[in-house]
């Protein structure tokens, strides 16, 4: 069972104090998009993914956290994506994926 | 003679006001060209591209022939303003030198020549001109009178929306619309008070001397003329600001395309004239399909290259749009629409990030062998019935083929470019680049339309034939390598607006499916198809204006009658998919449903 690979994992349990973060980001992303709460964290986007098939990559994973307000490695990690647009597709929410990815970029980099 | 009077200095500041600031702005674009361009230039400066420029501007500036095959009436809208004009400028030219013999007049002098006949004693008629005149100047009046029903009521000309203007413009617009009414009365006046043959303006001033008392006709003879010249020079000093720099703007442009100069996906100093010679005539809003199925207004090309110009353009507007091509294909100045708004993008967004895609390095999941490689694409990877078929195919001519990602693969780069992050794209380009060099393949098939067009554009693949699998499919048939049986079903397909305005490829397609079935053509096809709606290019339309661009145009292929609707681009097929009732298939699919098995 080990080595059989569903394209997704399980994640280390740990315990997340959304007092502690700063959400001031996090908010502003939602406050552009907010459809990205219409999400419901099905995972098709990462199994979909082109660079997550290639890497680590996890696309629920980081928005989850940014949205929680966990900015730490988000922007590195977003720029593995290709923004080849498969997860916007799949999406069973409609979500537009491209552009959130586009906006969390600007939003945590520094342009 | 004399060839001043007060009235004529609105027209005199007017036109030098005019030729100083547009000789400023083309020097100083010519001369921040960068080096290539400037070499281009030097290299087929004289060659006959040249004259092939020249026959252009004739057929473009004056007669406006591409607006003519677009809408005739707007074609003769513009061609009677601007080249009735023009001859009313040379024939006036040559009516001065009938009069007066070769001898130097001033420019005022020719313009106003009516004015400047009585005073200079001039009393003699010469009736060929003044009926050659008067009849141009009809000609331009009746361009004016269709210019005002256009903004009375677009749909007389055959245009469903006409272009919402700024203040320059609209200052500009009124000066224009009146000059010639204006002319018409100074020189009505004119021959009231002192004679003239022309049918137009001679017997207009007939009839005024009849009807109108004496005085009154001296008290407005110098106004009027005062109103003429006051016109042309707010008409030339706005000109340079306003839509009307299109006039001059286009006349270098067409040369420099001729020396093939091109816009590209830095900015470059050519973008100016490209943007400068947009005339705002508002074509390009009735083919866009954001305007005419989600009411998306401010957008469209013509708003776009107006917000540019002015440096007022927003991110917001940039991305809006499909890159569908629609638009471009109807430009009657040929603008390339989609590369400036590309360009316009990556100066906004195209900030490299140096750590990026470092895992592309050492990376390669391709299997097989051959010479023959397939590069299914990202989004075949979500249409896996096209991928299958392609290999179905594969094994029913024998084929030896590389499969590039069918275990994963990296993006050929174009959805970065379309967002405008152009230099990260270069990374993809690198990468596959070299990973199909160390496969050592001679040709390269694709199944996405977006994946063909980047490989057929950016990428540097000599030796390499890029074919999209339909355009290979169809040599399969014609070489008779792959035989196909016929079946009793109606197809019609859809142009994917890469493939097809794109790429330029409308009859492969169409070859192939002829070989298995019957062809209904829909109501929109080839270079006027339309777009799904699902394309990479607007990051800014949401999932419910996407399905509804995708549901109108399906309708519209249904409403052919078809059995099965055909395309040949996974993400049409996707968008295709959501709004059909009837199937839907890949290309691919129809073929490899039907191969004759020997």
Redesign the interface.
């Known amino acids: 069972m080990r080595n059989i690979n569903f394209g997704y994992g399980i994640s280390r349990p740990r315990a997340i104090d959304i007092d502690n973060n700063d959400l001031r980001k996090s908010n502003a992303i939602i406050a552009e998009m907010p459809e990205l709460q219409a999400c419901i964290g099905c995972g098709s986007c990462t199994a979909s993914c082109t660079a997550g098939n290639l890497t680590e990559f996890n696309f629920r994973r980081l928005h989850t956290a940014v949205r929680r307000g966990e900015y730490k490695g988000a922007y590195e990690d977003i720029n593995k994506c290709m923004l080849c647009g498969k997860c916007r597709l799949v999406c069973p929410r409609g979500i537009n994926t491209r552009a959130l990815i586009m906006l969390i970029k600007r939003k945590l980099g520094d342009f | 003679m004399t060839f001043f009077a007060p009235f004529t200095i609105p027209f005199i500041i007017g036109t030098i006001f005019l030729f100083a600031a547009v000789a400023t702005k083309f020097v100083l674009w010519l001369v921040r060209l960068p080096r290539v361009d400037k070499r281009l230039i030097r290299h087929n400066l004289f060659t006959w591209h040249t004259l092939a420029a020249v026959w252009e501007v004739v057929r473009e500036s004056l007669l406006h022939v591409r607006i003519f095959k677009v809408n005739p009436v707007l074609g003769f809208m513009h061609a009677s303003l601007a080249f009735g004009w023009f001859l009313l400028i040379v024939v006036g030219w040559i009516e001065t030198v009938a009069y007066l013999g070769a001898q130097w007049v001033p420019l005022q002098g020719h313009v106003f020549f009516k004015y400047f006949m009585p005073i200079n004693g001039i009393t003699h008629h010469e009736p060929l001109f003044e009926q050659l005149m008067d009849a141009l100047l009809l000609v331009v009046l009746t361009g004016v009178a269709l210019a005002w029903m256009k903004r009375l009521r677009s749909r007389f000309m055959g245009m469903r929306r006409t272009t919402k203007h700024i203040l320059f413009d609209r200052v500009a617009l009124s000066a224009l619309w009146f000059i010639f009414p204006a002319r018409l009365i100074a020189e009505s006046l004119t021959a009231a008070l002192y004679g003239g043959e022309g049918f137009l303006t001679g017997s207009l001033g007939h009839a005024l001397a009849e009807t109108v008392p004496h005085d009154l006709l001296v008290m407005f003879y110098e106004p009027s003329w005062w109103v003429y010249s006051s016109l042309l020079g707010i008409f030339f000093v706005a000109m340079p600001f306003s839509r009307y720099m299109h006039i001059l703007a286009e006349i270098p442009l067409i040369f420099l395309r001729h020396w093939k100069l091109h816009p590209t996906a830095e900015r470059k100093s050519y973008d100016r004239f490209e943007v400068e010679a947009c005339s705002r005539c508002g074509i390009c809003i009735d083919p866009c399909q954001l305007q005419s199925e989600l009411g998306i207004n401010d957008v469209q090309s013509v708003y776009f290259l107006r917000d540019r110009r002015y440096n007022m353009l927003n991110l917001k507007v940039a991305n809006n749009c499909l890159m569908c091509g629609r638009c471009e294909a109807k430009c009657p100045v040929g603008i390339n629409l989609n590369t400036l708004r590309l360009n316009s993008r990556a100066k906004r ?1 195209n ?1 490299p ?1 140096e ?3 470092k ?2 390095r050492g ?1 390669d ?1 391709s299997s097989g062998e051959g010479r023959v490689g397939y590069f299914a694409g ?2 075949t ?2 249409t896996p019935a096209t991928q299958h078929s392609m290999e179905q195919i594969f094994k029913a001519v024998g084929e030896d083929v590389w499969f590039a990602d069918r275990d ?4 050929c ?1 174009r ?2 470019m379309l ?1 405008g ?1 152009t230099d990260a794209a270069r990374k ?1 380009v690198a990468y596959n680049t070299d990973l199909f060099r160390r496969h050592n393949i001679t040709t390269l098939v694709t199944s996405c339309p977006i994946c063909l067009r980047v490989f057929r554009e950016h990428y540097r693949l000599d030796g390499i034939e890029v074919l999209h699998h339909s355009e290979y499919i169809d040599r399969l048939i014609t070489e008779g390598r792959l035989s196909v049986a016929a079946d009793a079903r109606r197809y019609t397909y859809h142009d994917p607006c890469e493939l097809g305005r794109g790429c330029g490829i409308y009859d492969a397609p169409r070859r192939v499916i002829a070989a298995v079935g019957e062809v209904v053509e829909p109501k929109h096809s080839r270079r006027d198809a339309l777009c799904c709606g ?1 394309s ?1 290019a607007n ?2 339309i ?3 204006q996407q ?1 509804r661009l995708g549901e109108r145009m399906t309708a519209e292929l249904e409403a052919t009658g078809c059995d099965t609707i055909v395309t040949s681009c996974p ?1 049409c097929m ?1 968008a295709i998919n959501r709004a059909a009732r009837c199937s839907v298939e890949d290309i691919s699919e129809v073929v490899a449903k039907n191969i004759l098995r020997s």
């Open positions: 967004r900030i990030y750590g990026r895609y895992y592309l990376l999941r990202c989004m990877s979500l994963g693969g990296v993006c780069g959805p970065l967002t992050e993809m699902s990479l990051t800014v949401d999932d419910s399905l993400l996707k």
